[in-house]
């Protein structure tokens, strides 16, 4: 059996959702291409026809990635999390100990993580660094850059 991928709730519909797009309208809309680019004439001296079919590969794969993520989703249930730590599913808030900084961020695992700032994944070097600690202890992380930077956890909430 797969390792069980621990997520949100709102990580999760935001995969089924992907999901869905993919096998709906990005197959329709690459379909259509490929149509319009065997009209084109010879395959082999193709562009056009050799773009879609490279997309169309890059969604299959996709799609089945998350077909596989999806089924070994376990989804957190924030109502019974235990605040004392942090895990996937609370929001912790950190200071910079050297500049006095404060941060929040949401903590999920590394498949729900989005362009926001406002996320930290369980796989990011802060994140590993965080993972399991309680309000008021120290972590270092060291950055990819190599630097090492030290956090206070000021607080953990749902």
């Known amino acids: 059996m797969a390792d069980q991928l621990i997520m949100t709730k709102e990580g999760y519909e935001e995969l089924v959702k992907e999901l869905q797009l993919l096998k709906t309208e990005r197959r329709a809309e ?3 291409k490929i149509k319009i680019a065997r009209g084109f004439g010879d395959l082999s001296e193709n562009s056009e026809y050799d773009e879609a079919k490279n997309e169309q590969a890059i969604v299959e794969a ?4 998350l ?3 999806l089924k070994n989703v376990k989804i957190v249930d924030k109502s019974a999390l235990n605040h004392d730590s942090v895990t ?3 929001k912790v808030t950190i200071r910079d100990k050297e500049f006095g900084d404060e941060m929040t961020y949401r903590f999920v695992s590394s498949v729900e993580s989005s362009s926001d700032f406002d ?4 796989e990011s070097p802060v994140g590993k660094a965080l993972l399991n600690h ?6 270092e992380v060291t950055v990819p ?3 090492v930077i030290q956090y206070e ?6």
């Open 62 to 65: 996709r799609i089945v990635v």
């Open 67 to 69: 077909e596989k993520q």
């Open 153 to 158: 956890i000021v607080k953990i909430e749902a």
């Open 134 to 139: 309680k309000v008021g202890d120290s972590v």
């Open 30 to 32: 690459i379909s259509e």
């Open 88 to 90: 996937i599913g609370t």
């Open 119 to 122: 996320t930290i994944t369980d």
């Open 145 to 147: 850059s190599g630097a």
